[in-house]
């Protein structure tokens, strides 16, 4: 018998094998393990939240990724990183609103006027004398995740109050009004008449040579209305 009959076979199987070890190094990427640290960082960049736990199990990482919507069970392909499932194992409950209140007072060293939870973040206002401080946090594992301060604007110094003066004249001002306006010696005798324009005086003054106005003041403004001699 030819032997070189019985090689052809061999040879076909052998080959066959190589094509299959090449596809399915294909399949699974065909590059070297990834490192557990770059698998975490993956994930961490994909999905976000931390990772507490990272076992590689033969040709596969089985990853605890904890985020604020609960804990996940990720599998994933030691060579070349595909994401083979991801699975939520549990979910997480909140820090209760008294011990984060707590919390907040221990950071800012007073109780939030404001604490606030909506989906799985508090969110808190605190103040004191100079500022306002925003602040937000994981509500499952309490860690600060934005703060935002806002200065208040300095009191200024306490201004007197400027004492009210009366709206009208009184009847020495609307004199002296008058013998600005007309210089001479002044009756005392000043007369008001209320008007619904807020009432005038009428001021008498007599001259150096003998003469006498007659002047008609404007009892709020100091407008001298009217001037009229007397012969």
Do not use: C
Not at 49 to 73: H, S
Not at 124 to 141: L, M, N, Q, S
């Amino acid at each position: 018998m030819d032997k070189r009959k019985w090689l052809w076979p061999s040879a076909i199987g052998a080959a066959a094998l190589v094509v299959v070890v090449v596809a399915i190094m294909a399949l699974r990427g065909g590059g070297e393990a990834m490192a557990a640290a770059d698998v975490e960082d993956k994930l961490k960049q994909m999905y976000g939240g931390e990772v507490q736990e990272i076992v590689q199990d033969g040709d596969v990482y089985r990853v605890t990724l904890e985020r604020i919507d609960g804990v996940f069970e990720a599998v994933v392909d030691s060579d070349g990183g595909a994401i083979i499932s991801l699975t939520k194992a549990e979910s997480v409950d909140p820090i209760p609103e008294a011990d984060m209140k707590v919390k907040v007072a221990e950071q800012y060293g007073s109780e939030p006027v404001v604490l606030e939870l909506k989906d799985n973040v508090y969110s808190a206002t605190v103040e004191d004398e100079t500022r306002t401080t925003e602040a937000e946090y994981d509500a499952v594992t309490g860690e600060q995740i934005k703060e935002s301060v806002t200065e208040k604007e300095p009191a200024g110094p306490a201004q007197e109050e400027a004492p009210k003066q009366s709206v009208r004249l009184t009847p020495s001002e609307a004199g002296d009004i008058a013998v600005k306006e007309i210089p001479g010696e002044l009756d005392d005798d000043i007369d008001f008449e209320d008007t619904e324009d807020g009432g005038y005086y009428m001021v008498q003054v007599e001259t150096a040579d003998d003469r006498e106005a007659d002047i008609q003041i404007h009892a709020i403004t100091g407008e001298i209305l009217t001037i009229s001699w007397d012969d």
